[in-house]
């Protein structure tokens, strides 16, 4: 029975060549760009769900009005997170990450100018799931001069060696300690470094303002808070 279909299916395809490959063509495309949009919208919605504490994140905006039009911008000032945090009570902990780059680092004899390097609190890493391979995620942001590095930066400047209590020199200037070693940054991950220093290294750590929005600030909410804080 499938034989003979088969033989007036190709019978039907040789008699009319050109509706045939109009509408296999069409079909084919069809189903391309379903299979496309579908693997679109699958990591476009995959983005940041790999933390543990996904549903109580929520990142700060910053609200400005200029000649009488409202934008905002997904920074904050540096005293955003400190000042929420004390006058909020559904606020359970917060992180401003600053990126700076580009930023030389050097290891002996290797120097690389990094694009991936910023500055976070000490709760960076108990906030976001970024596993640490080596080190202590509760300690290895603690205090200053203090980095942790990706394992792709570790084989980069450290090869086979370890990576832990090792000095890197940053900015050509300040040698800072690598005190942990993470996973390798997922790509569906805003959030993307290779270099997380400890934020008690920047030089005006213990200024934080209200203006230079030049930080990314994230609140982790006590369980069952109402995001409408």
């Known amino acids: 029975m499938f034989r003979s279909y088969f033989k007036i299916a190709w019978r039907n395809l040789l008699k009319n060549k050109i509706y045939c490959l109009v509408n296999i063509g069409g079909l084919t495309t069809g189903i391309t760009c379903c299979i496309l949009i ?12 790999f933390h543990k504490n996904a549903d109580r994140l929520v990142g700060a905006t910053t609200e400005y009005t200029v000649n009488g039009a409202i934008s905002q911008v997904g920074k904050t000032g540096s005293m955003a997170g400190p000042r929420l945090s004390a006058a909020l009570p559904q ?17 002996g004899e290797k120097s690389f100018v990094e694009s991936k390097f910023c500055f976070a609190d000490s709760s960076f890493f108990q906030i976001f799931s970024f596993p640490l391979l080596e080190g202590d995620p509760f300690t290895a942001l603690k205090g200053p001069l203090k980095v942790v590095i990706t394992e792709r930066m570790k084989k980069k400047y450290f090869g086979n060696e370890n990576a832990l209590g090792k000095m890197l020199r940053v900015g050509g200037t300040r040698d800072f300690i690598v005190s942990g070693v993470a996973a390798n940054v997922p790509a569906n991950s ?40």
């Open 38 to 49: 579908g693997l679109y919208l699958s990591n476009e919605t995959s983005f940041d769900r």
């Open 190 to 229: 805003q959030i993307q470094f290779d270099f997380v220093a400890s934020y008690s290294s920047l030089r005006n750590a213990n200024n934080p303002n209200w203006g230079q929005e030049l930080y990314a600030t994230y609140f982790l909410l006590h369980p069952n808070t109402n995001l409408k804080i």
């Open 91 to 107: 606020i359970e902990s917060f992180v401003r990450i600053l990126n700076f780059e580009p930023y030389s680092v050097m290891y």
